[in-house]
Each structure stands twice: as structure tokens, then as C-alpha cells.
């Protein structure tokens, strides 16, 4: 499935330079990395929230974890909860996961940890289970007019290395 040309007129329109990346199906941002060989910190995790009334497209490194406490503080909401995939699905009208980062095509605010910034270069999800986007994480907040905080925290999660099976030759 390629990317949907909602996006690739969303990017377009606003003169982005991306680079669009097929790949096989996943469904994480771990898998995303594990798949395209990439460093975590070069991959942005997307999670939408409901504060207060209001859905907020959250975007972080896939090197980090959400801190609601520190989102809630920076969103200045009184309630802060991430909304389950099945509310996702219902509201934004999309496979259950399958969210771009994109958050005006959703009519919705993008929040954007600082800590994206320390990477020049982000793979975003554009929708589906099998395509993405590569582009400057700077040109992402621009397209975006993201708010900016620091609201998340290191997971410590580290790619497992591939190693492959030594096979023994028959004589």
C-alpha cells in the first residue's frame, strides 16, 4: 500500500522534501526501527490523547516513553488520558494504530517532545502498517506548527542485534 496521496499532497502543497520508505508490515515503532535498520532515536512514535476535551496528536522518539504528568503540565489540561485504539479507530476514522503524525489532517494539535530535535532526520508514520516518511524533524514542526515541550522520558529500549546462525558445511 503506498502513501496515501493525502499525505504525499499534505507534503507537496507545503514544499517538504521527504522521502517516502516502503517496508513490510509492522505495528511499532521498535518494529519500524528493527525493520529499516535504523537507530531508535530516528524513529517518531505517535500516540493521540484526550485532554480535558481535546484529541492531541503526541509525537516522541521511539527512544522514549510518554510521562503524563510532564504532558499534562506542558498542555496546562486537567484530565490526561492516551485513548485506546478502538476510540481511534471510532474517532479519526482509521485502522485501529494505523495514525499518521500528521496532525492537521486529522484536525488536531501536534505536541512534539524536545527531544525529537537531537535527531536531524525522523521516519514518521504516514497512516499505514507499510509505508512511512523520512524528513527533517525541523520541517516537521514547521508543517505542524507543533507545540514543543519536554514530556517524556527514557525508556531505555535498545534493538535487539541480528545475529545470523553459523551453518556447518558438508564435507
Excluded: C, W
Excluded at 18 to 47: C, M, N, P, R, S
Excluded at 137 to 149: P, T
Excluded at 156 to 162: A, P, R, S
Amino acid at each position: 500500500m503506498p502513501i496515501p496521496k493525502k499525505v504525499v499532497g499534505y507534503l507537496k502543497k507545503a514544499k517538504i522534501k521527504f522521502e517516502g520508505i516502503g517496508h513490510k508490515t509492522v505495528y511499532t515503532a521498535y518494529d519500524l526501527a528493527q525493520t529499516l535498520k535504523k537507530d531508535l532515536k530516528d524513529i517518531a512514535k505517535t500516540l493521540i490523547v484526550k485532554a480535558d476535551s481535546a484529541y492531541k496528536l503526541v509525537v516522541v522518539p521511539a527512544t522514549s516513553r510518554l510521562d503524563l504528568k510532564k504532558l499534562k503540565k506542558v498542555l496546562g489540561a486537567k484530565s490526561l488520558s492516551i485513548i485506546d485504539e478502538k476510540t481511534m479507530a471510532k474517532v479519526f476514522k482509521v485502522k485501529p494504530g494505523a495514525i499518521s503524525a500528521f496532525g492537521a489532517l486529522h484536525k488536531v494539535g501536534t505536541v512534539v517532545d524536545k527531544s525529537l530535535l537531537k535527531a536531524k532526520e525522523a521516519v514518521f508514520q504516514v497512516g499505514t502498517f507499510t509505508d512511512s516518511v523520512k524528513m527533517k524533524v525541523k520541517d516537521f514542526i514547521g508543517l505542524e506548527n507543533a507545540q514543543l515541550g519536554d514530556f517524556s522520558q527514557k525508556a531505555g529500549y535498545t534493538l535487539q542485534k541480528i545475529t545470523k546462525k553459523k551453518t556447518k558445511k558438508k564435507k
